[in-house]
């Protein structure tokens, strides 16, 4: 079965207009949770910039060196999973060297599922993890790649289908590239077809040693580039992508649609008619994407956003025009970056965005919103994936940035004055949480203060405050409150985790998730883990799950008291 998991720490490899027409509609399968599979490459990169690109026997400087995780499949995968729109899988082989661990490691950061034993090939004669050398030229973006396939040609027919058979609930979209052996891809768009599941195909890179010929019939979206479509249909009679993309679906048997990227103009989405014809639409990033006035740094890895985006927006239930034209503005986003580097969903502008914590059964009723008092939408995101793991819970929640004074004292009487303070604020049901990093060597501070102590310290220096002492232990605190209005009750819950404080480890940019090394987490610090398996242990799960005890348990008197409150 697949789980996520880590196995590495700060690894030095791993840095990772839409016009409107007739809706076209996919059949979407009814699966569960409207998993994303995505079947293909993992590949470290290798990527050189310079301002020259070489002719051959020529030897130029260049301006910098990166090294990251890459191939097709997997920047598909961490794009898919960058939207946290649905559940991402990924079936692909690496080898048993640190670029493999460092693959697999960056799958287990962004959450995306994989089958460690079956995936890392083990034994003398095992081939090594496959190998992108790229160089990116400064000047306008575009790159050349050449690519050492290694442990992905090892993928058989027979590991797709065992491993897409084995996800124990039929898979929504299951998406291919031809970055693994062509027979493992076919299998791949076969067992997805008999399992009822969308089929993406992205032709990447081109065919040209074998035939094709058989994948259409498997196919529902066929997504090539113009180059990829033009050596596709070389000898079809079409010069132009309409033409070439209408010889894909009604002579060759694409299953529903052709959509053809078109780098910086956008796409192409050709779908079947109701005469028997197709018809045509030009989608392009929203008008409004922050981006677009933005300089183009690097084009690695555009495609494979557009596709891995494109999936996860359908998954959602999104039709194939808007789901194309948000997947134009991901992958126009993406390119503002140098590498294969994917915004996060908290990154993503309001164009972007589905809110993916409540079902579509949820939001279209009248739900009461309940509004969480923080500007920090990476904290939003956890805290919704938390409160939603229970189906019943009916209540919508959101956030506001408010400025409550700083309060001192108890934790639990800072969490009490705080939320009342913001009920009047918002004028209506609300929740805060406090969170705070006790010291046992130090009687329980920073405890509620270590917000100002990390901007004063930094992670060095709160390491530093312990270094006279032997005892490292710490425990992890939040405190949440809830509330129906200025007037009402106030609730409170209470959630620890107890651990120990280490030298920084894994990401920088959360806190001082870093440091702090819990009692059940396996050698890990919060940093290293996967939001999976920080959610099941962390302080702040343990507060909100007993919050959404109180809301499930309670849920009907709440909603009488927030209506009579209005």
């Known amino acids: 079965m697949f789980r996520s998991f880590s196995l590495l720490l700060l690894n030095p490899f791993c840095g990772i207009q839409a016009t409107p027409t007739a809706a076209f509609s996919l059949i979407m399968s009814t699966a569960s949770k409207n998993r994303v599979v995505i079947v293909g490459s993992a590949n470290q990169d290798l990527t050189s910039y310079t301002p020259t690109v070489p002719v051959l026997g020529e030897t130029v400087m260049g301006t910098s060196f990166e090294t990251g995780c890459g191939g097709k499949g997997a920047n598909q995968a961490v794009a898919a999973a960058s ?41 003398a004669d ?5 190998v992108a050398a790229i160089t990116v030229d400064t000047v306008s973006g575009d790159n050349m790649i050449i690519v050492t396939p290694g442990a992905n040609h090892a993928l058989t027919p027979q590991d797709v289908r065992k491993s897409l058979q084995a996800l124990g609930e039929p898979p929504a979209v299951v998406v291919v590239q ?14 997805a077809k008999e399992l009822g599941a969308t089929t993406v195909f992205n032709p990447a890179p081109a065919p ?3 035939s094709i010929e058989e994948f259409y019939r498997h196919v529902d979206i066929f997504i090539p580039n113009e180059t990829e479509l033009a050596k596709i249909c070389a000898g079809s009679g079409g010069d132009n992508e309409e033409d070439m993309a209408k010889y894909l679906l009604l002579d060759k048997g694409v299953g529903q649609a052709v959509v053809v990227t078109l780098g910086a103009r956008g796409a192409m989405v050709v779908t079947r008619n109701d005469h028997g014809g197709v018809q045509s639409t030009l989608v392009d990033a929203p008008a409004d994407l922050p981006c677009r006035n933005e300089k183009v740094q690097d084009t690695v890895g555009a495609g494979d956003a557009f596709c ?19 997947a134009c503005g991901f992958a126009s986003m993406s390119v503002r970056r140098r590498g294969a580097s994917y915004p996060t969903a908290a ?5 972007l965005r589905l809110d993916a914590s409540l079902s579509s059964a949820k939001t279209s009723e009248n739900l009461p919103t309940l509004t969480f008092v923080t500007g920090n939408k990476k904290k939003l995101e956890e805290v919704r994936q938390i409160l939603s793991s229970s189906d019943e819970l009916p209540f919508d929640v959101t956030n506001q940035k408010i400025d409550l004074p700083e ?4 934790p639990l009487e800072i969490a009490t004055e705080k939320c009342r303070l913001a009920a009047q604020s918002v004028n209506g049901p609300c929740l805060t949480e406090d969170t705070s990093l006790c010291f046992t060597a130090l009687n329980g501070m920073p405890g509620p203060y270590i917000k100002w102590f990390l901007e004063k310290c930094g992670h060095d220096g709160l390491n530093s405050m312990l270094a006279g002492f032997d005892d490292k232990s710490a425990y992890a605190q939040t405190v949440v409150a809830f509330t129906t209005g200025p007037d009402a009750e106030i609730h409170v819950f209470d959630g620890r985790t107890s651990g120990k404080i280490v030298l920084p480890r894994g990401p920088l940019d959360f806190g001082w998730d870093p440091i702090f090394e819990p009692d059940e987490g396996k050698g890990k610090t919060y940093a290293e883990m996967s939001i999976q398996e920080k959610n ?3 302080h702040r799960s343990r507060s909100f799950a007993k919050l959404r005890s109180y809301l499930s348990e309670n849920a009907s008197s709440i909603k009488s008291e927030i209506a009579g409150g209005k």
Not at 178 to 191: D, G, S
Not at 407 to 410: A, N, R, V
Request: aromatic letters at 4%.
């Open 347 to 351: 990154e993503l502008p309001a164009s």
């Open 83 to 123: 939207l946290q729109i649905s559940p991402v899988s990924m079936i692909c082989r690496t080898g048993d060297d640190v670029f493999g661990k460092s693959l697999l490691a960056n799958f287990a950061r962004v959450g995306i599922q994989v089958d460690e034993k079956s995936t890392i090939l083990t034994g």
């Open 126 to 130: 095992s081939p090594s993890t496959g």
């Open 407 to 410: 309060l001192q004292g108890d």
């Open 208 to 210: 040209e040693s074998f």
């Open 178 to 191: 031809l970055e693994i052996k062509p027979e493992a891809a076919l299998e791949a768009l076969k067992t």
């Open 536 to 538: 099941a242990i962390s």
């Open 308 to 326: 891995g985006a494109l999936s996860a927006y359908l998954s959602a239930g999104v039709n194939l025009v808007d789901a194309a034209g948000m």
